[in-house]
């Protein structure tokens, strides 16, 4: 099996940098497959924490504001699948990683599955839904190492919007059904 | 005797070589100078786009030495806008399209921006280009299916970049707005607080007419506390009878930024003299005025902005839609307003549209201004309607008329002939939706 190690540098990335410039590549490595769990659980965490503390709590709950694909012309708050995009373009100004959200039901098409890798994994997906699919590819001449994780409904926020929506391709989710996936792709040249 | 100079040289018996030679340092002579001089366009190989003509003199605003027209060349100029790039370059980076790229380079602005050569809208790809990547849009979608090859953005229904106007959650939100809102109004602009009284004071040998003096007093300028020195004074070089556009911009220095940015300042910002109206390509008056800077539509005494918003622009445009302003509906909003007043929120100038005022300033200094980027509402209609139109009318109403050319040339005079096929495609999918709702019940 195909084994690449990736500098510990992009675990300094993920910890904000508290490593500090020049760790070098004599210094100790770490998987691909360790390194992209570590972006995910980041992922994963940051999209929970906002759907659920900020999303659900001030429009569903205090109903203080909304949340809306048009955050900025009606003042109110990007929806949690846009705020995962931005964070997403942020990040690959750094270059380096990328990350993105994919799923066969998605309102806006351009985010359903289109790759061999993200066809293949979404088929492994619908059988273990708790274990990411991983593979190693190759996009535009360069080679990438990605990874596709399960997208839960965390919050109960994410369950209305996508069953309320005129474009949304399916209606009936529930609390915790798999919605959709998040890639990440780690470059290896 | 047209020969005469070919037979005194055949006569003169002057080595082939140095002919050569002669003739060849005249010509790098001849070309040096006019590179270096006013002649430059005759270096530009075919005709230059609508957006770029009044400055290609200025190859170096594109171009840099050796290495083409960088995209860094391009983005000095048309920075990302606010509103997030549907294909912004940095997207094709990521892998999940990295295969578009080998259809369209859509990392670099040339590739459908090419320049020098006839472009329809700015675009040299054909107005087919979208499916080169999206091919499958037609037979995907069946409400997409009677619909050409090259329809996507000529319906006016999507725009490469900026689709924030034209998103379905954008329509939707306002698809069965009224054709005039209940109070249709303008921002009002940000008056700047006033520094205290002034004084006319100047030189005795710099002494203006009385008028002057008295337009000055009447003026905001006068109110907000401007003095002569204010405008006059100048560093390391005292009081001088001719104040230039750089003292303006000591005070309004987005008006003076934003004016460069757009058609009418842009040879400011390559270096080049001030724009003079007939260089344009729109039709434009013989006696327009020679120059264009911040004098020529505001009068720095009597600071009329009334003039400024329609008389100054009609002085030099002479095309129709600018002949049909004043007697077009819009036209007929200003002639209502009061003269020496302040127009109302609701009366509607040149200056509306074109010049539109806008929220400018940061966090701290949030206040609206006059945006001076002449041409920033015209780059497409969706984005006059969502930024200036929509203060008035409702979306469908505003969409439909801006689509409609022979509307736009007559000033808005008639309802436009059909409604936008975006308004229509929402309005198709709200019924759908509610037909669902009904089967479902």
Not at chain 1, 118 to 141: H, N
Not at chain 2, 8 to 20: D, T, Y
Not at chain 2, 98 to 115: F, K, M, P, R, Y
Not at chain 2, 159 to 181: G, Q
């Amino acid at each position: 099996m195909r084994r690449k190690k990736i500098i510990l540098g992009l675990g300094a990335l993920l910890a904000g940098g508290a490593c500090g410039r020049g760790s070098g590549s004599a210094g100790p490595t770490l998987s691909p497959e360790t390194a992209a769990d570590y972006v995910h659980a980041v992922i994963a965490a940051d999209r929970a924490t906002y759907a659920e503390e900020v999303v659900h709590r001030l429009q569903d709950v205090e109903k203080v504001i909304k949340s809306s694909e048009q955050f900025r012309e009606e003042k109110g708050l990007p929806l949690p699948s846009q705020m995962l995009r931005m964070g997403a373009q942020r990040a690959a100004q750094k270059g380096g990683f990328r990350f993105a959200l994919v799923s066969a039901w998605a309102i806006n098409k351009a985010n359903m599955p289109r790759t061999d890798f993200e066809k293949r994994g979404f088929a492994a997906l619908s059988s273990a839904p708790d274990a990411p699919y991983r593979s190693y590819e190759e996009a535009g001449g360069k080679r990438y190492f990605m990874a596709l994780y399960a997208d839960k409904a965390v919050s109960q926020a994410c369950v209305s919007c996508h069953n309320a929506h005129p474009q949304s391709p399916r209606r009936d989710f529930k609390l915790n059904d798999v919605m959709g996936g998040v890639i990440v792709a780690l470059p290896l040249d | 005797m047209r020969e005469l100079p070919l037979q005194l040289l055949r006569g003169l018996r002057i080595p082939l070589r140095l002919k050569v030679g002669v003739l060849s340092a005249s010509a790098i002579v001849l070309l040096t100078a006019a590179f270096l001089g006013a002649a430059r366009s005759v270096f530009v190989p075919g005709p230059t786009s609508d957006g770029h003509h009044l400055f290609e003199a200025s190859c170096a605003s594109c171009h840099a030495p050796f290495r083409g027209s960088p995209r860094g060349k391009c983005a000095s100029c048309h920075p990302p806008d606010r509103a997030p790039d549907t294909h912004a370059a940095g997207l094709f980076d990521d892998p999940r399209w990295a295969h578009t790229l080998e259809e369209i380079d859509a990392q670099e602005c040339v590739a459908c921006h090419g320049e020098h050569r006839h472009a329809d809208g700015g675009v040299t790809v054909g107005p087919d280009f979208c499916m080169r990547c999206h091919d499958d849009v037609l037979e995907k979608r069946a409400s997409h299916a009677s619909f050409s090859r090259s329809s996507c953005g000529q319906a006016g229904c999507h725009n490469y970049h900026d689709n924030s106007a034209l998103n379905v959650a954008f329509l939707t939100r306002h698809r069965d707005e009224p054709d005039r809102l209940p109070r249709p109004q303008v921002l009002e602009r940000t008056v700047a607080p006033g520094k205290g009284s002034a004084e006319a004071r100047f030189p005795p040998e710099l002494a203006p007419g009385q008028g002057l003096v008295e337009r000055w007093r009447g003026s905001a300028h006068a109110a907000a506390g401007v003095s002569c020195a204010d405008c006059h004074e100048r560093a390391g070089a005292g009081f001088v009878r001719a104040a230039d556009d750089a003292s303006c911009e000591r005070c309004h220095a987005f008006e003076g930024a934003t004016f460069r940015s757009g058609k009418h300042g842009v040879r400011r910002a390559a270096g080049l003299p001030d724009l003079s109206p007939a260089a344009a390509r729109l039709p434009m008056k013989p006696d327009a005025p020679r120059r264009l800077g911040c004098g020529t539509c505001h009068e720095p005494h009597g600071v009329d902005t009334r003039r400024a918003a329609v008389e100054a622009c009609l002085s030099c445009h002479d095309d129709e839609h600018s002949r049909s302003f004043l007697d077009s509906p819009h036209g007929a909003t200003w002639r209502a307003a009061a003269p020496g007043s302040r127009p109302p929120a609701s009366a509607v100038s040149c200056a509306t549209c074109h010049l539109p005022r806008v929220e400018a300033g940061d966090t701290g200094d949030r206040r609206v201004a006059v945006n001076h980027h002449n041409t920033l509402t015209l780059a497409r209609p969706d984005r006059m309607a969502k930024l200036v139109c929509m203060n008035c009318h409702g979306l469908p109403f505003a969409l439909s008329s801006l689509l409609d050319e022979r509307l736009v040339r007559a000033s808005f005079r008639g309802r436009a002939a059909r409604t936008s096929e975006a308004i229509a495609m929402v309005r198709a999918l709200a019924r759908e939706a509610g037909g669902r709702e009904e089967d479902t019940r």
